[in-house]
């Protein structure tokens, strides 16, 4: 029985199959232990089913993600070459505003008494110019202890030539109970302050992670055993940033590679319904209730997911490969105030699930979802298809007393709901414009739960011309990671000199056939045969002497290929001179069966038969008569004139006054502005 | 026709990224550590006028003087598609020698007069002369490498090869060199790619006239800045320790008189010009007065050649700030820059106390070295140059930062794993110069201290200042302490001076103790109130 979740601040999203169908079911989160809404959703989906086929869980999550940026990691300890025991501090030395006299870094995750310097090291071949006495290990490991981490970064100069010193002090610090990361197996590549880095984000998140995954293991072990499922073959995968899947205990040892695990699970949802719906070139919009992610992609499917090493997550370099996703601070349950100078804030702040917007009841703080409410552009009836009643009267009242110099309740909602829309164009911009893309050559994919209500105003102000609100677009992440395949990449750093492309062969087989090894073990634990298992192998090249490589996949023209990728990334090549390997890659992927969105009943042009009520909404300071109409009931080809608004079980798409929408035959709806 | 505010923000930022892409494409192909690694070069686009419609984020000390160079290339030689033009003759639109600028025209394809021009500067990390890595000592410019001035690298898009050998037959590693030079000509290639790119989507009368627009945008908000500032005049010096020939202190003076929406800002009572190498050229004074009024600006305002219409720069010639030929000038670029900075800071402290931090480390600190690396056989020539950071100053509301690069110089570290990978040295320790920071309400940063063994024999040379006079604090903070430089041989340490050249043998040690940043307000205002830091910085 296989099983999507998507863990968000606000809700957890589920996407299954039963029967054959696709079914969504959304349960609030609980921050404090986001295992519990699994457990929940897993107890509710299993609920007088007469499925017996094992568990089979699929999970994004954003454990790390908020661990990191709220610095809620573990207590972590830091063991680095003696004389490098600053190196996290010192960076990379450069500022990141150059015209800023006020400059500002933040604190990095280990503080100076947590990081020991060991007595040993490495010339740049990897010849030992001092091996680390027993004595020193044993020091350091007391040393360790007695700081109190629960979790343990090694990283040691040129370990990614020789890992000999690190898997040394890595033994003494597992003996004595520590987690350890360590840095030649989380990114056995050179430049030793990514390199630290990476490892400290491992070691910082172990712990955090490792329990999350614990709860979940254990919710799914009690789920089987209360509903008599088969347990043999049950698994419990987890997204990764890079778009592909891998089992949990993997995820636990190397926590780091999870950090944008349920955008990138947005990001592959919404690369297959735009591709059902005919579009190449989208920007993904993914409003969620605390945060907002956007994305870019050209087009075409492998240049889509193009990842990258050099992501900084709240100003920490992590440089594990990554989709390029950028992030804001603001979404549906964003707290809105009024600042000391006066002025309208959205977020960070966030209301979250507990004790969420005023609307839901608890919450005293007007939100971006209360405003919206106020404004006639969510009904009453609430987010979940009427399940979860909104307090539209609660939210005025409260609202009413936070306005400041608004005039009336409305207004100052307007002036939410704009101030949300500027934040979100901004990341917008970040992405495109500022990267040289026109945001008019692009459809806007809007999804989250609150994309929809907000993609047509966003669209407007961007000049882009269509918005797609795909179908599900509450569970779009969920359903990315339900339809993700199992992949594993391996790497390793081998600075090969190439005497010629067929003479350096033999030796490139014998590395590829080393990571060939690897892989397949690794696929076999991951439940895939080796007959099973596709293998894309990709070198790393530059010329000698070059600093920063160019992906080509391993082919047997693979110089040739190498000078002509250089010339068309930088305009020329030099035939005569000397290049070579640095990295050999391979990555391993395991095929998933992939569930099929059916296709929608054909109707004609009016949605007459989707229509549920008439109700009033405000636009540009005005009232206006907005009819109601449920996504549910839609079908192929409907047309829908705005102003509108479209409800569904997970999300509500608003349909602004000057544009209008069709449903296509998957029931995506494309928005498009009236002409 | 009007200006539409979003397509002026577009436009703003495609400029901004053409110059960005030509950065990245330059750090990627390059072949020395000093431009692939530490990122010590600049990008920028110009209008037909040679005015700067955009810069990449990069480095301070080039950006300012940009202009300079396209000016005297279009001067000396005529740019035909498929021309590009180098030079390094500060003299002659350059800062000082290793600073390898090229400029190149874009036109588009039936067009007799470029649309654009666009250049990119990057320190090589040599150009010959007396001192490997060319930023030894010396008394005049004819000693500091080889002087170019605006001469075509390429014709009708092919490398001239007679100029191409000249450079690399001067040069101490010229396989490097011509690496580094060919990425300089592809970057140049990559850029006007994209403004054509761009010509033909936008049509180029409106790629043209936003570029005006953007002038005109920059100008007006520099104009609003200056108005705020209130009116009067403002003084104020500083000085260099010395110039490295004689132990006498240099000094820099300024007047800055701020009248409504103009600032004038005159250098006059600057020291003469010197026997050593601490000589700034025009160029490097006019980009450092640009560093410091670009920084009072919200972060958002492009960086174009708008922002200096209302501010007018006067530097007597003759002097350490405006220096004629053959004064030697390798050091004015990266020490006398940064005293020009913190000179102009103090005197802008005194108009606007609540918005300028105390001083930064005040030096970069350049190390550079060469030899042959006697690891291989045979034996393979090397030149070697890095510029260290160290601390920043406190400022009205928030600490400084410790080991970081401050104001004219960005440059990032050369990684550890990289460094002993390429050279023959080992790094001994990399680490934060405890107790280095100025005291103060709001403390300054910490410095670096940096150990290198030398593997092989070299000669190295050492640029630095703030060895003797320390970073300034402000209302009451303690100044950052100073820096030191030691030589340890044979287990012997010896102190070095501020500038220095020697040889010394395999199995030396050099270190290299940078200064502090300087404290803001008196100490005692934390103990009263019992915390140590406070709120962000106000925003500009």
């Not at chain 1, 969510?378 to 009643?389: K, M, R, V, Y």
Request: proline letters at 6%; a positive charge.
């Amino acid at each position: 029985m296989r099983i999507a979740f998507d863990t968000g601040g606000t809700f957890t999203d589920c996407v299954y199959l039963r029967d054959r169908r696709i079914e969504i079911l959304k349960i609030p989160s609980n921050p404090r232990n986001p295992a519990e809404a699994i457990s929940n959703a897993l107890a509710q989906i299993t609920h007088g089913s007469r499925e017996v086929s094992p568990l089979d869980l699929a999970c994004g999550t954003t454990v790390g993600t908020n661990a990191l940026l709220q610095r809620q990691g573990g207590r972590v300890a830091l063991v680095t070459t003696a004389g490098f025991e600053d190196i996290l501090e010192i960076g990379r030395q450069a500022r990141t505003k150059l015209y800023n006299l006020f400059v500002e870094k933040q604190a990095p995750l280990v503080p100076r008494e947590r990081r020991f310097g060991l007595a040993e090291r490495l010339d740049s071949e990897g010849h030992p110019l001092l091996s680390p006495p027993p004595n020193e290990i044993a020091r350091t490991v007391r040393a360790v202890v007695r700081s109190g981490a629960e979790s343990v970064a090694i990283c040691f100069l040129f370990s990614f030539v020789n890992p000999e010193h690190e898997q040394a002090i890595g033994r003494a610090l597992s003996k004595v109970g520590l987690q350890v990361s360590v840095s030649h197996q989380i990114l056995p590549e050179h430049r030793e302050f990514e390199r630290t880095s990476t490892t400290v984000v491992n070691a910082y998140l172990v712990p955090v992670m490792s329990k999350y995954l614990a709860e979940i293991e254990r919710s799914a072990a009690v789920t089987s055993r209360r509903a008599s499922l088969r347990t043999s073959g049950a698994r419990v995968r987890i997204m990764q940033s890079s778009g592909g899947i891998l089992s949990a205990r993997a995820a636990a040892r190397e926590p780091v590679r999870t950090i944008l695990s349920g955008p990138a699970g947005g990001i592959l949802g919404a690369q297959y319904v735009a591709e059902l719906a005919g579009i190449e070139r989208i920007i993904t919009f993914d409003m969620g209730g605390t945060s907002t992610d956007v994305a870019l992609m050209e087009g075409g499917r492998s240049e889509a997911l193009a990842t990258t090493s050099e992501t900084i997550v709240s100003d920490v370099p992590v440089a594990v490969p990554m989709l390029d996703i950028h992030t804001v601070g603001a979404g549906g349950g964003s707290i809105a105030r009024y600042d000391r100078a006066g002025a309208l804030r959205v977020g960070p702040e966030s209301a979250g699930a507990d004790p969420g917007p005023i609307c839901y009841g608890r919450g005293e703080k007007p939100t971006v979802t209360d405003a919206n409410l106020v404004l006639g552009r969510i009904p009453e009836s609430g987010l979940l298809g009427g399940a979860f009643q909104l307090d539209v009267h609660r939210a005025r009242e409260l609202m009413d007393r936070e306005r400041g110099p608004a005039w009336s309740v409305e207004k100052f909602a307007q002036g939410i709901v704009d101030v949300a829309n500027a934040v979100m164009e901004k990341a917008i911009r970040v992405i495109s414009v500022e990267r040289g893309h026109d945001p008019r050559d692009y459809t806007l994919v809007a999804f989250g739960g609150a994309g929809a209500l907000h993609a047509c105003d966003l669209a407007a102000a961007l000049d882009i011309p269509r918005v797609l609100v795909p179908c599900m677009p509450g569970a779009l992440s969920a359903l990315g990671i339900l339809r993700a395949d199992v992949t594993k990449d391996l790497s390793r750093t081998i600075r090969l000199k190439i005497r010629s492309a067929s003479g350096t062969r033999p030796a490139l087989d014998l590395e590829f056939a080393k990571l060939q090894r690897e892989g397949l073990k690794r696929m076999r634990a991951e439940g895939f045969p080796s007959s099973g298992v596709q293998i894309e192998r990709a070198l790393d090249m530059r010329y000698s002497g070059q600093s920063f490589e160019l992906m080509v996949p391993d082919s047997r023209g693979y110089v040739a290929a190498f000078h002509r990728a250089h010339e068309q990334r930088y305009g020329y090549a030099d035939r005569a001179r000397p290049c070579e390997v640095v990295n050999v890659r391979a990555r391993f992927t395991g095929r998933t069966p992939k569930p099929h969105l059916p296709k929608l009943k054909p109707g004609g042009a009016r949605a007459r038969g989707a229509l549920i009520s008439q109700s009033l909404a405000w636009f540009a300071g005005r009232r206006v008569a907005t009819p109601i109409y449920d996504r549910e009931k839609l079908l192929a080809g409907n047309r829908i004139a705005g102003p509108a608004i479209v409800m569904e079980y997970s999300a509500t798409t608003l349909i602004s006054p000057r544009w209008a929408g069709r449903v296509d035959s998957y029931g995506n709806i494309l928005l498009e502005p009236r002409r | 026709m009007s200006v539409d505010p979003v397509r002026l923000e577009i436009f703003k930022n495609l400029f901004h990224s053409v110059a960005e892409e030509m950065g990245a494409a330059l750090r990627r192909s390059a072949f020395s550590p000093n431009i692939k690694e530490r990122r010590d070069y600049s990008c920028a686009v110009f209008d037909a006028a040679g005015e700067v419609l955009a810069m990449g984020d990069h480095m301070p000390v080039h950006l300012g003087s940009m202009p300079m160079s396209v000016t005297a290339a279009l001067h000396a030689l005529r740019l035909d598609p498929g021309d590009v033009a180098l030079l390094n003759d500060p003299y002659a639109g350059g800062t000082h020698l290793p600073d390898l600028t090229m400029v190149m025209p874009v036109y588009a394809a039936g067009t007799s007069r470029p649309l654009f021009y666009i250049a990119n500067r990057a320190h090589h990390a040599d150009i010959g002369g007396a001192n490997a890595g060319s930023m030894g000592m010396s008394r005049e410019i004819f000693q500091e490498g080889l002087r170019v001035p605006p001469v075509k690298i390429m014709q009708r898009g092919r490398v001239a090869q007679d100029v191409m050998s000249l450079i690399l037959a001067n040069v101490r590693t010229a396989r490097e060199r011509e690496g580094d030079l060919t990425a300089q000509i592809a970057a140049c290639r990559i850029g006007e790619r994209r403004l054509l790119e761009m010509a033909s989507k936008y049509g180029k009368r409106d790629v043209i006239s936003y570029g005006r627009h953007l002038l005109d945008y920059s100008a007006r908000m520099m104009a609003a800045t200056l108005e705020a500032i209130p009116n009067g005049i403002y003084r104020a010096e500083d000085f260099l320790d010395d110039d490295g020939v004689t132990p006498e202190r240099q000094r820099i003076a300024v007047a800055l008189r701020i009248r409504g929406k103009t600032a004038e800002v005159d250098f006059a009572g600057s020291a003469p010009q010197c026997s050593g190498s601490v000589n700034a050229v025009e160029a490097i004074t006019w980009s450092a007065v640009f560093y410091v009024f670009r920084c009072l600006l919200d972060e958002q305002v492009p960086a174009t050649s708008g922002l200096m219409r209302s501010i007018h720069v006067t530097a007597p010639a003759g002097t350490i700030v405006n220096a004629r030929p053959p004064a030697a000038v390798a050091g004015g670029n990266v020490e006398t820059s940064q005293r020009i900075v913190d000179t102009l800071l103090r005197a802008l402290s005194r108009a606007i106390p609540s918005r300028i931090p105390a001083a930064s480390q005040g030096t970069m600190n350049n190390l550079s070295f060469g030899g042959i690396d006697s690891r291989r056989v045979p034996g393979k020539p090397f030149a070697y140059y890095e510029t260290i950071a160290g601390g920043t100053g406190g400022g009205p509301g928030s600490p400084g930062t410790s080991a970081t690069q401050s104001h004219m110089t960005n440059t990032l570290n050369t990684p550890t794993e990289v460094l002993e990978h390429a050279y023959p040295v080992r790094v001994r320790r990399y680490a934060l110069r405890g107790g280095s920071a100025g005291e103060g309400q709001f403390s300054g940063g910490d410095g670096i201290l940096r150990e290198i063994e030398f593997l092989s024999d070299v000669q190295a040379g050492i640029l630095s200042d703030r060895r003797e006079l320390p970073p300034y604090g402000l209302s009451g903070g303690k100044p950052g302490k100073s820096g030191k430089n030691e030589l340890i041989v044979e287990g012997r340490t010896q102190k070095l001076p501020s500038k220095c050249t020697f040889y010394v043998p395999a199995g030396a040690v050099i270190r290299i103790e940078t200064p502090g940043g300087g404290g803001w307000g008196l100490a005692s205002a934390n103990k009263q109130r019992g915390k140590r830091k406070s709120p962000k910085a106000p925003s500009p």
